[in-house]
């Protein structure tokens, strides 16, 4: 897998799936006894128009894919998480049946590169 290939399946699997996931539980919060909470935020969405309640799930598209976009620039180098004089580095690999490649270096840049909004 290179890293086109990882970052579409993260943008499927991991953005899309959290935003379809948390609409869902929106609708229909899981579970015999939901969290005060949850019945709360259930409530109050289902109570949306369909316009306000398609604004929410691009706004929770927006999130999904800020959230990814951070890790992968983390994971790039284009973003740190701490204040040592030298910066802890890190490096994403994908090993398989073609052997190891390096997968971390432009990850922020292609998660970009397609449109994610809803």
Request: charged share 25%; hydrophobic share 40%; proline share 5%.
């Amino acid at each position: 897998m290179d890293a086109e290939q990882f970052v579409d399946r993260v943008r499927k699997s991991v953005m899309e799936g959290a935003v379809d996931d948390t609409l869902a539980i929106l609708l229909d919060p899981p579970g015999r006894r939901p969290a005060p909470q949850l019945v709360a935020i259930s409530e109050w969405y289902r109570g949306l128009a369909a316009n306000d309640r398609e604004m929410v799930g691009r706004a929770l598209a927006l999130a999904s894919h800020g959230a990814v976009f951070g890790v992968f620039a983390i994971l790039d180098g284009a973003r740190r998480i701490d204040d040592e004089p030298t910066p802890v580095g890190f490096q994403l690999w994908s090993e398989g049946k073609e052997g190891r490649k390096l997968l971390s270096g432009g990850l922020h840049d292609l998660v970009n590169s397609e449109n994610w909004y809803r």
